[in-house]
């Protein structure tokens, strides 16, 4: 499964900005779907997790800023980021599973998108 991200950019804070997530066309129906960003010397962090049954999972810091959803043919995975903060900035990338044991975390997806940069001015 070949994962690629779109939609990042440079955004002002307050601002939004929606990343998709698509396999080449394939759908990511029976897939579990992570977002994981990691910021200039940091460590990859867990952003929000879609199950296949599309049950929604979110990190404390984007809990009610950020919205993960599907399209209907579970072709794409969107996150939608609302009132971005400079703390936001990082590269994001999309992560996939048929199933993950434990949803935030990196180590149980087993494929990868390239990632695409965001970043929030203040």
């Known amino acids: ?3 690629v991200e779109f939609g990042g950019g440079l955004v002002q804070a307050g601002g939004s900005l ?4 698509s396999a080449s066309g394939r759908t990511l129906r029976m897939y579990s779907i992570g977002w994981f960003r990691q910021a200039p010397g940091k460590g990859r962090e867990f952003v929000a ?3 296949s049954t599309s049950t ?3 990190a404390e810091s ?3 800023r950020f919205i993960v959803s599907r399209d ?6 969107y996150l939608q980021m609302n009132s971005l ?7 994001y990338y999309c992560a996939a599973d048929r199933l993950p044991r ?11 998108g390239q990632g695409t940069q965001v970043t929030v001015s203040s």
């Open 1 to 3: 499964v070949q994962l």
């Open 102 to 112: 434990a949803i935030m975390n990196g180590e149980e997806y087993d494929y990868w």
């Open 49 to 51: 997790a879609i199950d």
């Open 62 to 64: 984007v809990k009610g």
């Open 56 to 58: 929604t999972y979110y």
């Open 85 to 91: 903060k400079p703390e936001d900035t990082a590269v």
């Open 18 to 21: 929606r990343l998709s997530c």
């Open 72 to 77: 209907n043919a579970k072709i794409t995975v």
